[in-house]
């Protein structure tokens, strides 16, 4: 359809895969979907191959494909973050008038998008970033969508992006998060938690395929059966797929013939650097991101390759076991990851007072996305029973799932260790689980040390105040 009367609900620009496939959700959901990309072809090929799925209007131009959209006006961008981004705004900008809304789809840092929802601002626009997760299959089929912005655009655009996301229970995957930078920062943490997930199922693939010595078809039947009980999620589920998947060209496990190289697009160093600046501790997360820039340092692997390991331990004995320890160890190491992602999710809010609530974002993880599990239903109820929760370890179910998984959290820990396996991600969670309920830690020493050298300070047990010793003196104890 080529005219462009005022008549789309929402526009699209920017029509690879994930713009394309979600084009597709609204017009499959009877929207009628204004579509633009700087290459036309682009646009022709979607209407050519999906048209008859709904209600397309084709442009050629921005003024064209503002023109077509219904007041207040919804654009939908989807295209690379960074200054892609910004060059598309300003043309929409420039095209838009006071009321309308431009919707930030992509990766995009939530820094950037603070910055772009003030500029908009001052021009009378609504801005919102929208962290969007579920890949492409999501796009199409249902996503989590996690919309900031000013709340008033969410009466406008709330129920189309309802509408298109995935659904649990009846409920939508997809709600207002907060102002500004809200939404992104909350996708960016979500990410975050991807990583932390993904590298804790390669690790526990690990010791299956090095410790035990398991084929990888039998590996798969583990991670299945594994889908079916408490770790019930979306990637211990496609885990067991890849698997599955034999290479047709070799006939070996295609696992076996894939580069261990990992790739990382950036969210996964974001939410650590945030993390860094907020004083979070995300140390499974930051693991996760260090172990994919190691897996890609391939020529210094190469070389080190002759590097002693001195003497190994043997195999575990009962492989049965040793396999009900590793899905324990999974479990409890989740758990971390999870409870340290709404550690920063809290922080962000009180940083930039967005008043974010993690029981609403626990609901709409719960479909669509890369993360969603079965768990997600206990962090909701968790969160809801104590919307004040120090720390998702402390919730009456996840303290006690934990309790019961430790010791097998330690025997996994030790048998990789001391057969040689590294699992950075496993024994990064259990030693900030171990930290989080030690009495004392050894930062006493570390105030000590830096008021040594430096004149830091530091405070008493037994009294109140702030102290220095003075060491380069008679070593008395003065009040700072």
């Given at each position: 359809m080529t005219e462009t009367a005022a008549r789309a609900q929402i526009g699209v620009t920017g029509l690879a895969v994930m713009g394309s496939n979600i084009a597709r959700n609204f017009a499959r959901h009877g929207h009628t979907v204004a579509l633009h990309n700087r290459s036309i072809a682009k646009t022709d090929a979607l209407i050519e191959k999906h048209g008859h799925e709904g209600d397309f209007v084709r442009t050629e131009t921005v003024a064209e494909f503002v023109a077509a959209l219904e007041k207040p006006r919804r654009v939908l961008i989807m295209v690379k973050a960074g200054a892609p981004t910004d060059a598309v705004i300003e043309e929409l900008a420039a095209e838009m008038e006071e009321g309308d809304i431009i919707i930030d789809g992509g990766n995009s840092l939530y820094t950037d998008t603070i910055r772009r929802e003030a500029a908009m601002s001052e021009r009378g626009l609504n801005f919102v970033g929208a962290g969007i997760s579920g890949g492409e299959e999501g796009a199409l089929n249902g996503p989590s969508i996690m919309p900031g912005g000013p709340a008033k655009s969410y009466e406008s655009l709330g129920p189309l992006l309802e509408s298109i996301s995935a659904h649990v229970d009846g409920e939508p995957c997809c709600t207002h998060i907060g102002p500004n930078g809200a939404g992104h920062f909350v996708k960016m943490v979500h990410n975050g938690i991807e990583y932390a997930d993904m590298q804790l199922i390669g690790e526990a693939y690990d010791l299956m395929r090095k410790a035990l010595d398991l084929p990888v078809a039998e590996i798969a039947d583990v991670f299945r059966e594994w889908n079916s009980g408490d770790l019930d999620s979306y990637l211990v589920e496609i885990t067991a797929e890849v698997l599955s998947q034999v290479d047709a060209e070799t006939g070996k496990p295609l696992v076996d013939v894939i580069v261990d190289a990992a790739g990382q697009k950036g969210t996964g160093r974001w939410t650590v650097k945030s993390a860094l600046d907020l004083g979070i501790p995300t140390t499974g997360i930051?693991?996760?991101?260090?172990?994919?820039?190691?897996?890609?340092?391939?020529?210094?692997?190469?070389?080190?390759?002759?590097?002693?390991?001195?003497?190994?331990?043997?195999?575990?004995?009962?492989?049965?076991?040793?396999?009900?320890?590793?899905?324990?160890?999974?479990?409890?190491?989740?758990?971390?990851?999870?409870?340290?992602?709404?550690?920063?999710?809290?922080?962000?809010?009180?940083?930039?007072?967005?008043?974010?609530?993690?029981?609403?974002?626990?609901?709409?993880?719960?479909?669509?996305?890369?993360?969603?599990?079965?768990?997600?239903?206990?962090?909701?109820?968790?969160?809801?029973?104590?919307?004040?929760?120090?720390?998702?370890?402390?919730?009456?179910?996840?303290?006690?799932?934990?309790?019961?998984?430790?010791?097998?959290?330690?025997?996994?820990?030790?048998?990789?260790?001391?057969?040689?396996?590294?699992?950075?991600?496993?024994?990064?969670?259990?030693?900030?689980?171990?930290?989080?309920?030690?009495?004392?830690?050894?930062?006493?020493?570390?105030?000590?040390?830096?008021?040594?050298?430096?004149?830091?300070?530091?405070?008493?047990?037994?009294?109140?105040?702030?102290?220095?010793?003075?060491?380069?003196?008679?070593?008395?104890?003065?009040?700072?």
């Open positions: 930051a693991e996760a991101v260090f172990a994919r820039a190691l897996s890609s340092a391939t020529d210094q692997r190469k070389q080190a390759q002759g590097l002693a390991s001195g003497t190994l331990a043997a195999a575990p004995s009962d492989k049965a076991t040793f396999i009900d320890d590793i899905n324990k160890a999974l479990y409890a190491s989740k758990v971390v990851a999870y409870a340290q992602g709404f550690d920063q999710i809290a922080a962000g809010s009180k940083e930039y007072d967005w008043n974010l609530h993690p029981g609403d974002l626990a609901t709409i993880w719960r479909g669509g996305c890369i993360i969603r599990a079965k768990f997600l239903n206990r962090i909701r109820d968790a969160y809801s029973e104590n919307p004040e929760l120090p720390s998702l370890l402390l919730a009456p179910y996840f303290r006690e799932a934990v309790e019961n998984a430790v010791d097998s959290w330690r025997r996994v820990v030790a048998t990789a260790t001391t057969m040689g396996i590294p699992v950075p991600a496993f024994a990064s969670s259990l030693s900030y689980y171990d930290a989080l309920r030690a009495e004392r830690l050894p930062a006493a020493l570390t105030q000590g040390l830096r008021d040594f050298f430096g004149a830091h300070t530091y405070q008493r047990v037994d009294k109140e105040g702030t102290f220095h010793t003075l060491w380069s003196e008679d070593r008395t104890e003065i009040e700072a």
